[in-house]
Nanobody, 114 residues
Framework: QVQVVESGGGLVQAGGSLRLSCVVS????????MGWYRQAPGKQRELVAD???????NYADSVKGRFTISRDNAKNTVYLQMNSLKPEDTAVYYC????????WGQGTQVTVSS
């Protein structure tokens, strides 16, 4: 059974940094894309960043220059380094992995205080 487990969320002041991690384990045969979405209260889930198996990345305009996505294919792990955090980055962050099908994590809360 595939498991997707995020970690690294928490409470941070504006201007601070956090690093999210997501580990995929279980029966997924091959992982292609991995990435992060987020959902703030009362808003739709939105793409934050994604990365292909070859390392090509894509970012939402709102996080470009502040967030960096990376992955370790040997460990089936994806990271999201978040710098210069703003209160509007407050959301639940969800990791996903796309192989034969898409698997989602349970989410990790990120709260940025002003």
């Amino acid at each position: 059974q595939v498991q997707v487990v995020e970690s690294g969320g928490g409470l941070v002041q504006a201007g601070g940094s956090l690093r999210l991690s997501c580990v995929v384990s279980g029966g997924i045969l091959r992982i292609n894309d991995m990435g992060w979405y987020r959902q703030a209260p009362g808003k739709q889930r939105e793409l934050v960043a994604d990365i292909t198996s070859s390392g090509s990345t894509n970012y939402a305009d709102s996080v470009k220059g502040r967030f960096t996505i990376s992955r370790d294919n040997a460990k089936n792990t994806v990271y999201l380094q978040m710098n210069s955090l703003k209160p509007e980055d407050t959301a639940v962050y969800y990791c996903y992995a796309r192989g034969n099908y898409v698997c989602w994590g349970q989410g990790t809360q990120v709260t940025v205080s002003s």
